[in-house]
């Protein structure tokens, strides 16, 4: 019997054999947004693009596949596919979710959800009892990421999805930081996983996408339906681009987090730098957890806080390998201020209380070689 072929195996194989028409290695994108039916509702499983296409179809086996899910859907970007997840809930249900979530997320829970009558409740995830205490009876999903963003908490899928069963509550984690390559929610208790596939899946700055992915055929139903009924879809060319990008997913994050690790060490080290946030840091306080939860690497995100707002944009002004901008998880390194940039969104007193401080900078490494990462952030943080 052939073995069960290996991560990296089905990132380059499953979805993505020859094409049986022509042999082309490489799947051909297919554009057509309608399809031929012989008679009346009989066709080969294909009606129009919005519903299902081809080439989306091949992205999702191979999504389904590396995060051990039953089911993927993609979408149009990672906020699309946060919207299904929530387009499953009704008026007057209610939502527990981590304090430091992307603020993008928090925005779309505040500013979007909310006028549809949704509640939300932000709670620490590194804090059981906290979690707990915060679940009611009208709680239906608890909203978790991990490592979250920027400050890269390490939150016990495990346990808080026994705490949110209890209350008959769902559990969705955004894995975006984690990739399927470190971090399965599903084998550790969670309902759903969301991605921002424009991140490590995509991995090339180059795609907008999401993903939603489950193993409960109810829910994929649902799910599948609001997909269509919705329509916040990827274009069949994004499908296709993210695919090429998921071959490469585990060189790109093995190098990536091995990468951060050594930056991680070298910033804990400068007089500049007050405090680092990464896991895989042995005075992080998420540590144990994520030698437990992580596969044995903590991805390519690193944070630290520097003395002062002014030294924290000097640093980012001077940066030359590091590109200042947002987004992360992409082969190039980057660099950000997330209190002006990326976690705008979250008001002033939340970041404040949250720990999202004015003088935090995130990096996202990417796969240069690490010795030139140094270099540059040594130029751009003198001590
Ligand atoms: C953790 C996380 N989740 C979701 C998103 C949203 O994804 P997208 O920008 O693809 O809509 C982001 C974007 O930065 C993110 O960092």
Redesign the pocket.
């Known amino acids: 019997m052939l073995r069960q072929p290996g991560f990296a195996t089905r990132a380059v194989h499953v979805g993505q054999g020859p094409d049986p028409q022509t042999g082309a290695v490489v799947q051909p994108i297919h554009l057509a947004t309608t399809f031929a039916q012989e008679a009346v509702g009989r066709h080969r499983g294909f009606e129009y693009a919005r519903t299902d296409n081809p080439t989306r179809r091949q992205l999702e086996e191979c999504l389904a596949s590396l995060e051990g899910a039953h089911h993927a859907m993609a979408f149009?970007?990672?906020?699309?596919?946060?919207s299904t997840v929530l387009l499953l809930l009704d008026p007057g249900d209610h939502v527990v979710f981590s304090e430091d979530?992307?603020?993008?997320?928090f925005r779309l829970f505040d500013k979007v959800m909310k006028r549809y009558g949704l509640t939300f409740t932000a709670v620490d995830p590194t804090d059981v009892g906290a979690v707990g205490g915060a679940l009611t009876p009208q709680t239906k999903l608890l909203w978790l990421?991990s490592p979250?963003?920027p400050l890269l908490r390490v939150v016990d899928i495990h346990s808080l999805s026994d705490i949110a069963h209890e209350q008959h509550a769902l559990v969705c984690v955004?894995s975006?930081?984690a990739t399927p390559l470190l971090t399965r929610p599903l084998a550790l208790g969670a309902d759903l996983v969301?991605?921002?596939?424009?991140?490590f899946l995509g991995g090339h700055s180059d795609v907008?996408?999401?993903v939603v992915l489950t193993s409960d055929d109810t829910l994929a139903e649902r799910l599948r339906f609001h997909q269509n009924a919705v329509g916040a879809v990827p274009s069949p060319f994004d499908c296709w681009l993210l695919a090429r990008g998921l071959k490469t997913l585990e060189l790109r994050v093995i190098r990536q987090s091995d990468s951060a690790l050594e930056v991680a060490r070298w910033l804990q080290d400068h007089k500049q730098v007050n405090h680092v946030h990464y896991p895989g840091l042995a005075h992080h306080p998420g540590h144990q957890l994520a030698r437990k939860q992580m596969n044995g690497r903590f991805g390519g995100i690193v944070s630290f806080d520097v003395h002062s707002r002014g030294a924290a944009e000097v640093a980012l002004r001077r940066l030359k390998v590091f590109t200042l901008a947002?987004?992360?998880?992409a082969v190039e390194s980057l660099a950000e201020l997330p209190a002006a940039m990326?976690h705008a969104s979250l008001p002033a007193e939340m970041r404040a209380s949250v720990g999202v401080s004015e003088t935090l900078i995130r990096l996202s490494i990417g796969v240069e070689d690490v010795g030139d990462l140094i270099a540059d952030l040594e130029q751009a943080l003198p001590r």
């Not at 149009?76 to 946060?82: D, E, N, V, W």
């Not at 979530?101 to 997320?105: I, L, N």
């Open positions: 149009a970007s990672g906020l699309a596919a946060t979530v992307y603020g993008g997320s990421e979250t963003n955004d975006t930081f969301v991605h921002s596939s424009t991140k907008l996408g999401g947002e987004s992360l998880g990326t």
